[in-house]
């Protein structure tokens, strides 16, 4: 059965770039029309899309963040990823890799386990 | 403040049925047939039991049920038992450039 392992520093420093890589095993990331996403959670608040990639490369983002997010794909890697610069305080969250069934299928249908990031000094 | 309004916690006893409402705008959940519902047990990952207003997923019990009208969605949970507390986060598309939007999360306590 397919699944995703995030992983990454648990520590950033604030106006640095966090970086977190989502690997797929059990499966290809280009099988089917799966649409790869980011969401987080700072702790004790909800949840919060970030964007989404098709193993092609095309991406959809948050636009409230969109001036510093940028989501990758990997296919000889079998792997996606997130790249968040400036961070600051507020960006510190537990960060979850997913899935989407397909493009117009706007829901979440397999998570990772969740990265815990902090920003501070 | 979170794009879909959530109440913060509902409560009900063991047998009896309960209904978590998420208000949206026209540009989200009114417009679009793309709601879905989210379990979170503490410390774990969210994971969907109602998509596209309706819908369950394969290995989700029948006791949730989810429904809209206007630009409110609600999902109801029928016969509840001890293992659905947990905290219940609604989604829905949005308009672009939104494209996704969350409700602040409601925590269900099993009386």
Same mark, same amino acid.
């Given at each position: 059965q397919l699944q995703l392992q995030g992983s990454g520093p648990g520590l950033v420093k604030p106006s640095e770039t966090l970086s977190l890589t989502c690997a797929v095993s059990s499966g290809s990331i280009?099988?089917?029309d799966? +649409? +790869?996403g980011w969401i987080r959670q700072p702790p004790g608040k909800w949840l919060e899309w970030i964007g989404s990639i098709y193993h092609s490369g095309a991406t959809y983002y948050n636009s409230s963040l969109?001036?510093?997010?940028a989501i990758s794909v990997d296919t000889s890697k079998n792997s996606f990823s997130l790249r968040l610069s400036s961070v600051t305080a507020a960006d510190t969250a537990v960060y979850y890799c997913a899935r989407q069934p397909s493009y117009g299928k706007w829901y979440f249908n397999l998570w990772g386990r969740g990265a815990l990031v902090t920003v501070s000094s | 403040q979170s794009a879909l309004a959530q109440p913060a916690s509902v409560s009900g006893s063991p047998g009896q049925s309960i209904t978590i409402s998420?208000?949206?705008t026209y540009s989200d959940v009114e417009k679009h047939n793309l709601v879905s519902w989210y379990r979170q047990y503490p410390g774990k990952a969210p994971e969907v039991i109602i998509f596209e207003v309706n819908k369950g997923p394969s290995g989700i019990s029948n006791r949730f049920s989810g429904s809209k009208s206007g630009n409110?969605?609600?999902l109801t949970i029928f016969g509840l038992q001890a293992e659905d507390e947990a905290d219940y986060y609604c989604c829905s598309y949005a308009d672009t450039p939104t494209h996704v939007v969350f409700g602040g999360g409601t925590k269900l306590t099993v009386l």
């Open positions: 280009s099988d089917s799966y +649409w +790869w969109k001036s510093r997010v | 998420c208000t949206g409110t969605a609600s």
